[in-house]
């Protein structure tokens, strides 16, 4: 990765601009998510954005800690349609406080949502010291470390008010309160400043520390940044960035009531969408990619590489279809290249690791094959030998192997009806014309007849000698050769496919014997 501040990549910007505010001591990085339902790649943009930024920090030999924060004290605002509806009446409870709604698996609501996304993590290498899990709930308002914030607010919502008028131009309400406080019911109530009791550390009669109340969000979070010394934060540029925005209204929070000051925030992640869709992510909606259905069609390292190749505020589009190739083959070129356009971003993908992480031989050129081989292994390295890339497996084996799990799990969930055929071992029932049979007729023999080994170019040149003998078109040819082996009017190109198949078997098939 450059280091040089002429660089152009938003990375090196970044960096450089936070070494500038920080130039001494420890850095933190802190990113939090709520786990109110399944986490989606639009999550992980805020986790991978905020590690992308400790990570060059690292490379300019500073030491950071990555805090992510898991903000399980946020209540349950509504019951999803996608959650059993026995349990519906723990709407509006906090979601570290709501059991399993699948029943015991996990302690709590909110950790079983953060454990399918936790499972990624490793991965993904957001692993190790510098790298830590805090629960709002059990690390910072249970144990007592955000009382004293709850009644520096408490003491100070004149001031509040005055502070979020001046910056978003809206009353709040007379009876607004800076928190919430959990009532007999299970739920957050706004708490009544008129009942409060410093001594009694009561609220509305109820107790307020120790895990028994909450600070509103928009102060929760610059509360947070002061007791955890947060130096740098990204976020989501819309929901947060805007003027009158929580981290406008939390910078000043931040210095007018707590007495800290705000992070670098000049970074901030636009949404991830999927292709096609101009609605953001979101699991009530069901249109969420997860990171699991993500890892499981590309390597961890090309994930990383997406989130970071763009900047950060772009909007992105995942597209798990034919979009795929293009991801996968440029992050190769990448690899190759050390002077790529994105060769950047590839640094940190790939965190420092040496070998290779994509094989020389191209993710649709893989999906063919091992369709060719109808799903083998071991007969889509041989049939990648055959046809021109013996000295790729002999190198790359073990990456090649790998990296049919991906192919394999792509053709099973995302791959388009275009790409996907399969070799029928029973001669389909198909209406050949006499020109069509003969010309299959004809290369059979000539297939028969070849002497040396076929590969992909010998086969070419034998189907377009046999298409001239019988003077038939190339898409009547084709859509026979197509036909009778796939039972399809399309497939791949024909010379490598048919060179990939069995000799004697392909012989029978174009005489059209079973």
């Known amino acids: 990765m450059a280091t040089e501040p002429t660089s152009n990549y938003w990375l090196d910007i970044a960096a450089e601009d936070i070494n500038k505010r920080y130039p001494e001591g420890e850095i933190v990085v802190s990113s939090g998510?709520?786990?109110?339902?399944?986490?989606?790649?639009?999550?992980?943009?805020?986790v991978m954005t905020n590690e992308a930024m400790a990570w060059a920090l690292r490379q300019r030999g500073r030491t950071v800690r990555h805090i992510h924060v898991v903000d399980n004290f946020d209540p349950l605002r509504t019951w999803y349609d996608f959650l059993p509806p026995a349990k519906q009446d723990y709407a509006g409870w906090p979601v570290a406080l709501i059991p399993d709604p699948e029943g015991d698996c996990h302690a709590s609501y909110a950790d079983h949502f953060y454990s399918l996304f936790e499972i990624s993590f490793e991965p993904m290498g957001l692993t190790g010291a510098t790298f830590e899990i805090i629960k709002s709930y059990e690390d910072l308002y249970k144990p007592g470390h955000m009382n004293r914030y709850i009644e520096k607010a408490l003491e100070q919502t004149p001031k509040i008010k005055t502070i979020f008028k001046q910056l978003v131009n809206r009353d709040l309400s007379e009876d607004w309160s800076p928190v919430l406080v959990l009532d007999e019911t299970g739920r957050f109530v706004k708490g009544d400043i008129a009942t409060w009791d410093r001594d009694a550390k009561t609220m509305n009669g109820h107790p307020y520390e120790n895990g028994l109340a909450k600070l509103d969000w928009r102060l929760d979070w610059p509360a947070r940044w002061v007791y955890l010394g947060v130096n740098v934060e990204s976020?989501?540029?819309?929901?947060?960035?805007?003027?009158?925005?929580?981290?406008?209204t939390g910078a000043e929070f931040v210095k007018q009531i707590f007495g800290g000051q705000p992070p670098y925030g000049e970074v901030r992640y636009g949404h991830i969408h999927r292709l096609g869709e101009n609605l953001k992510m979101s699991s009530s909606k069901g249109n969420v990619i997860t990171p699991t259905d993500a890892l499981e069609i590309m390597p961890a390292e090309v994930f990383r590489y997406f989130m970071v190749r763009s900047r950060p505020e772009r909007k992105l589009y995942f597209d798990s279809g034919l979009?795929?190739?293009?991801?996968?083959?440029?992050?190769?070129?990448?690899?190759a290249d050390p002077h790529h356009e994105f060769r950047d971003a590839y640094e940190f993908a790939v965190a420092g690791k040496t070998e290779r992480v994509i094989s020389r031989v191209s993710f649709k050129h893989l999906v063919q094959v091992y369709q060719a081989a109808q799903g083998d292994i071991e007969g889509t390295l041989q049939t990648l030998e055959r046809t021109g890339y013996e000295a790729a497996v002999k190198v790359e084996k073990a990456i090649i192997t790998e990296e049919l799990k991906f192919v394999h799990n792509w053709l099973k969930k995302h791959a388009p009806e275009a790409v996907r055929f399969s070799v029928q071992q029973k001669l389909p029932e198909v209406n050949l014309n006499e020109t069509q049979t003969a010309f299959l007729s004809q290369l059979a023999d000539a297939v028969k007849e070849y002497e040396a080994e076929l590969d992909g170019k010998a086969m070419h040149v034998l189907i377009y000698a046999a298409a001239e003998k019988t003077e038939i078109g190339p898409k009547d040819g084709f859509s026979a050769l197509y036909r009778v082996i796939l039972n399809k009017d399309y497939g791949p190109k024909a010379g490598w496919f048919l060179a990939s198949l069995d000799r004697d078997w392909l012989v029978k098939r174009l005489k059209l014997e079973e």
Not at 33 to 46: K, M, T
Not at 235 to 248: I, P
Not at 323 to 335: H, K, P, S, V, Y
């Open 33 to 46: 998510i709520s786990p109110s339902a399944s986490y989606h790649i639009g999550h992980f943009r805020e």
């Open 235 to 248: 976020f989501g540029a819309q929901e947060h960035g805007a003027a009158g925005g929580s981290y406008q």
């Open 323 to 335: 979009g795929l190739f293009n991801l996968i083959d440029e992050f190769a070129a990448a690899q």
